[in-house]
């Protein structure tokens, strides 16, 4: 059987949501996982390195991160949960990228648009001839 045969065979329609990520746990993506995790993983070193000196124990820095990145996995799927409530995937990294380029951090290779000025119809009194 040539391939001229064989009858066009493709989808017509497909769905919106095909290429999204996938929700993994509460609601959140893998990336806002991973994101979340890393968060809860550098705030429980300071309590770690603190009972550390306090306990003498070395090995309380990494329970301390790993109980922090645990806490904050199950707070934080209900606070992103909120956040990202009726919005497209992409809304809650975008208002991040926003606020960093707000803040005058470079991001990377994102320019982000953010002056501000008010809006006239007509024109400056200075431009007219």
Known sequence: MSRDDQTDISINF?????????????GMTMREVGLVCLIGLGV????GIILGFMLS????IPTMMVAF??????????????LRRGRP???MYRDINFWLAKNGIPTAGEHII??????????DK???S
């Open 126 to 128: 200075r431009n007219r």
């Open 14 to 26: 497909l769905p919106r949501r095909l290429n999204d990520v996938p929700v993994v746990f509460w």
């Open 69 to 82: 990145a645990g806490l904050t996995l199950l707070s934080g799927g209900k606070i992103l949960r909120r």
């Open 114 to 123: 953010h002056r501000s000025t008010p809006y006239r119809i007509s024109r």
């Open 89 to 91: 995937t992409n809304a």
């Open 44 to 47: 429980g070193i300071i309590p």
């Open 57 to 60: 124990a070395w090995a309380m």
